[in-house]
Each structure stands twice: as structure tokens, then as C-alpha cells.
């Protein structure tokens, strides 16, 4: 089963508007588009950013972009969304926001870490109780979520999840259970193992990547996707760049 993460697109209302005075975001994710479309994956998930502005407009291009696909697309929200447009715009036929998704190699967790106004994340007490009964419920969990929750000791984590000890605390108890947590958010790949009991990949985002530094740099490395190749149980992560 092969599953594509593409993240942190952050589409604007104008079309032309370059994020940091650098990056024409819609360029990047209709390059990064073009290889996907050749990855022919099961199914995509995207995980958060999907705008900049949480504008009508950007959802709409993103929109009929995503209806091109022969697959369905798992979406959830992030820090520079608006979820009620998000929703309401978005969701349509293959384009799917959901709690979570069953599949022979597992089932994804969808959790929502939006924060109105913050750039953090926090997962609600509702999230939380939901994410509990799914653990409970199910085998072979890939946890999704947009922000980062462990610490990765560069200036991203001034906007990481407030609330991120409760969910590791969450994740411990229930490690035996997880096969795999994805988030976006921190533009660049980071590989950890918390704990030597919890991996976790956070994904190249389709527009500009930060640097691995304390304060805000840019990295050299292009837009770009992840794909998760599951088989008989296990899985591989490799990173694509346009």
C-alpha cells in the first residue's frame, strides 16, 4: 500500500503572493502535483496548511486540483487554515476530513491540533478522548496530526503542541498500539524514535523548507512529498523532492 503525504502547501487568496517575499506556493504545489500524479498512490494525506489564509479562494484552487486524482485525499486542519471554509469549500466526492481511516496495514488517526489565533497547536479534551477510544479500539495506528510534539530544538518550537506531555503520555501508554505518527508543520524531514518506543516522520512541506537552526533560516532542499510504503506489517519512508 503506498500512501503520500504532501503538507504545509499554504495557498494563498492571490494567486501570485510569494510567502517570506520568496515563494510562489502555488507553483511549488502544482510542480509538486505533477509528480505525484506519477506516484499513482493508493490514497494522499494532507496534513495541514492547506492555506495560508484560510481564504475561499485558496480552498477552491486547491480543490479542483484535488478532484483531478484518482484516489481519495485525507485532509486535516493547521495553524494557517480556517477549518469551517476548510470544510465547507473543501470537502467534496474524494476530498474526505475524517477521525480516522481502516486499511489492511492499519488505521490512521486523524487529530485536529488547530488553535484559533496561535501558531501552537493543542489537541482538544474532546480530541483527546477521541484519539484514547480509537487506540482502544484499534491495532496497527499511524497517529496524523499538523504540529510537531516533540521537541526538535530549533525555533520551530516556539509553535509546537501546547499540550504535547498529555499526548505522549497518551502515546506511552498505549505504544504497543502505534505503528507510525505523521505531522507536517516543521518544513523540513525529521526522523525521531521517543522514547525507543514511538517513531515519528515529520514531512518536507510543497513549498519553501526551514533550516535545522535556532533562529529562522531557510534550507536549500526543494519543495517535496513523503511516501509511506506499508507492507506484511511494516513499512518504509523515503522523501521525494521536485
Known amino acids: 500500500m503506498k500512501v503520500i503525504q504532501i503538507t504545509d502547501m499554504h495557498l494563498c487568496k492571490n494567486p501570485e503572493e510569494r510567502i517570506f517575499g520568496l515563494v510562489n506556493t502555488k507553483d511549488t504545489f502544482l510542480d509538486v502535483v505533477a509528480k505525484i500524479i506519477e506516484e499513482k498512490p493508493d490514497f494522499i494525506i494532507a496534513t495541514g496548511d492547506l492555506s495560508q489564509d484560510g481564504s475561499i479562494e485558496s480552498y477552491q484552487r486547491l480543490k479542483e486540483v484535488f478532484l483531478t486524482f484518482n484516489c481519495d485525499i485525507f485532509i486535516i486542519d493547521g495553524n494557517h487554515d480556517n477549518p469551517f471554509v476548510m470544510n465547507k469549500i473543501l470537502v467534496s466526492n474524494n476530498i ?3 477521525e480516522y481511516h481502516q486499511t489492511d496495514e492499519g488505521t490512521f488517526i486523524f487529530c485536529s491540533s488547530f488553535k484559533e489565533d496561535s501558531n501552537s497547536g493543542l489537541i482538544s479534551d474532546l480530541g483527546l478522548i477521541n484519539l484514547e477510544k480509537y487506540l482502544n479500539k484499534f491495532d496497527n495506528c499511524i497517529i496524523v496530526i499538523h504540529h510537531h510534539f516533540v521537541k526538535l530544538n530549533t525555533f520551530v518550537d516556539e509553535s509546537i503542541l501546547e499540550n504535547s506531555e498529555v499526548l505522549l503520555s497518551l502515546l506511552n501508554k498505549y ?6 505518527c505523521i505531522t507536517g ?3 523540513n524531514s525529521y526522523d ?5 518506543r514511538i517513531n515519528i516522520h515529520s514531512s518536507l512541506s510543497t513549498c519553501i523548507q526551514f533550516a535545522k537552526t535556532e533562529s529562522i533560516l531557510f534550507d536549500f532542499k526543494s519543495p517535496g512529498y513523503t511516501i509511506y510504503n506499508f507492507f506484511n506489517g511494516a513499512y518504509e519512508i ?5
Open 96 to 98: 474526505k476530513h475524517q
Open 185 to 187: 508543520h516543521v518544513h
Open 192 to 196: 525521531i524514535n521517543y522514547n525507543n
Open 238 to 242: 523515503s522523501e521525494k523532492t521536485i
Open 175 to 180: 505504544h504497543s498500539k502505534i505503528k507510525l
